[in-house]
């Protein structure tokens, strides 16, 4: 199903995504760095279990921002899909007065008024043009 009456909403909520996604890999520049001991084999024979220190991100911490970067990463290749089918949707549209109106109000982000004044309609005529329109969909 089309989400043409939720692409401003989508669009928005995309700036949200990018702007929080931003923050979230800031914090994980951020993550100290702390030594931690791992296990591993000689390299020569006989293998012989040794223990080696290396610095590694906090776990926890690190763990957590990344776990939170999958899901706002997830959330903004759905809101990405979302947008595409909307412009698709209206792109396919047949050239004239209703496809005009749709990408002023859906794409461009005007208002059904704006887009009424713009196009010599009154608003009404604009929201039936649009209702109508959406039902062909």
Same mark, same amino acid.
């Not at 993550?31 to 220190?53: A, L, M, N």
């Given at each position: 199903?089309?989400?043409?009456?939720?692409?401003?909403?989508?669009?928005?909520?995309?700036?949200?995504?990018?702007?929080?996604?931003?923050?979230? !890999?800031?914090?994980?520049?951020? =993550?100290?760095?702390?030594?931690?001991? =791992?296990?591993?084999?000689?390299?020569?024979?006989? @293998?012989?279990?040794?223990?080696?220190? =290396?610095?590694?991100?906090?776990?926890?911490?690190?763990?957590?921002?990344?776990?939170?970067?999958?899901?706002?990463?997830?959330?903004?290749?759905?809101?990405?899909?979302? %947008?595409?089918?909307?412009?698709?949707?209206?792109?396919?549209?047949?050239?004239?007065?209703?496809?005009? %109106?749709?990408?002023? =109000? !859906?794409?461009?982000?005007?208002?059904?008024?704006?887009?009424?004044?713009?196009?010599? @309609?009154?608003?009404?005529?604009?929201?039936?043009? %649009?209702?109508?329109?959406?039902?062909?969909?």
């Amino acid at each position: 199903m089309i989400s043409i009456n939720k692409h401003k909403q989508n669009k928005r909520e995309l700036d949200m995504v990018n702007r929080q996604l931003d923050r979230l !890999y800031a914090q994980l520049e951020a =993550v100290p760095e702390i030594s931690g001991k =791992v296990t591993r084999s000689s390299t020569d024979f006989p @293998y012989i279990e040794e223990h080696v220190t =290396v610095r590694m991100d906090e776990p926890k911490a690190a763990t957590a921002i990344r776990d939170r970067i999958r899901k706002k990463e997830k959330r903004q290749k759905e809101l990405l899909a979302e %947008i595409k089918s909307t412009e698709e949707a209206v792109a396919s549209l047949p050239d004239g007065i209703e496809k005009q %109106i749709m990408d002023m =109000v !859906y794409l461009e982000g005007l208002s059904q008024s704006d887009a009424a004044e713009l196009m010599g @309609y009154t608003q009404a005529r604009v929201s039936q043009i %649009i209702r109508n329109t959406l039902k062909d969909l």
